[in-house]
């Protein structure tokens, strides 16, 4: 979470699988993907604690690309795709390209939590 942290500005602590209900009264959230912001993974049991993952491109309305750490185990991964694969298209189920070109199993997500505008 640290590496989130830092890269978005969104000053949250602890578990990824908590960032979701402590940003309810400190930042914006949302189901739009957006450059900058948090995407908020659920916690699942293959995925305990939940993950989070900063936005870094908009590629279309059903995909970005991300900059996360751990995914990988200790290792940051820059660049990585997410699809949007939720039945209404709202962002609330993903596929992440693990390998480059492989997107991998569909994992639950919150939404996303929107940097403060401090400018």
Not at 51 to 70: C, L
């Amino acid at each position: 979470m640290p590496y989130a942290r830092n890269l978005s500005g969104i000053e949250i602590r602890g578990n990824a699988k908590d960032w979701w209900g402590k940003a309810r009264n400190a930042f914006e959230r949302g189901t739009e993907p957006v450059v900058g912001a948090v995407m908020s993974f659920r916690a699942t049991s293959g995925m305990p604690l939940g993950h989070v993952a900063v936005v870094s491109d908009i590629v279309t309305d059903r995909e970005v690309v991300v900059n996360h750490a751990n995914w990988h185990r200790n290792k940051v991964s820059l660049k990585m795709g997410v699809r949007d694969v939720s039945k209404h298209n709202d962002w609330t189920l993903v596929r992440v390209e693990s390998q480059p070109g492989r997107y991998g199993s569909s994992y639950p997500v919150n939404g996303f939590i929107y940097p403060n505008d401090d400018g």
